[in-house]
């Protein structure tokens, strides 16, 4: 199993609307996010009360879907917004992912000093 981990350097955002099935759930959020002009990653937000689907790696496509709850939106749109770089990652083996910041001064604002990956 291998981890993938790669700089999110563009994003765009889409507020889901309109159809909802009982046995399903949609992502009320979706952040799509890119390194340059590939996408690499889709970050989905879900209400808070629901249970979130697993994350996923499309082999295909190599594309990530991380699951996240609605009350966390705020804080990773707050992250893409104002921080600069931004990574993730993702192991296949255990499932896990997230979205990070570079290593960045306490007190230094904008002035990140990143570190290797």
Request: with cysteine; charged share 25%; glycine share 4%.
């Amino acid at each position: 199993m291998k981890l993938i981990v790669s700089e999110i350097n563009h994003y765009w955002v889409h507020f889901q609307a309109g159809q909802s099935k009982e046995h399903l759930i949609y992502p009320n959020i979706i952040v799509k996010c890119y390194h340059d002009d590939d996408f690499i990653l889709q970050l989905n937000f879900y209400p808070d009360n629901k249970t979130l689907p697993d994350n996923y790696y499309d082999v295909n496509s190599k594309l990530v879907y991380l699951r996240y709850r609605l009350s966390m939106y705020a804080n990773v749109i707050d992250l893409l917004r104002n921080e600069k770089p931004i990574y993730f990652s993702y192991s296949q083996k255990s499932n896990v992912g997230y979205v990070r910041t570079g290593k960045e001064p306490i007190g230094e604002g904008d002035n990140d000093v990143d570190f290797d990956h």
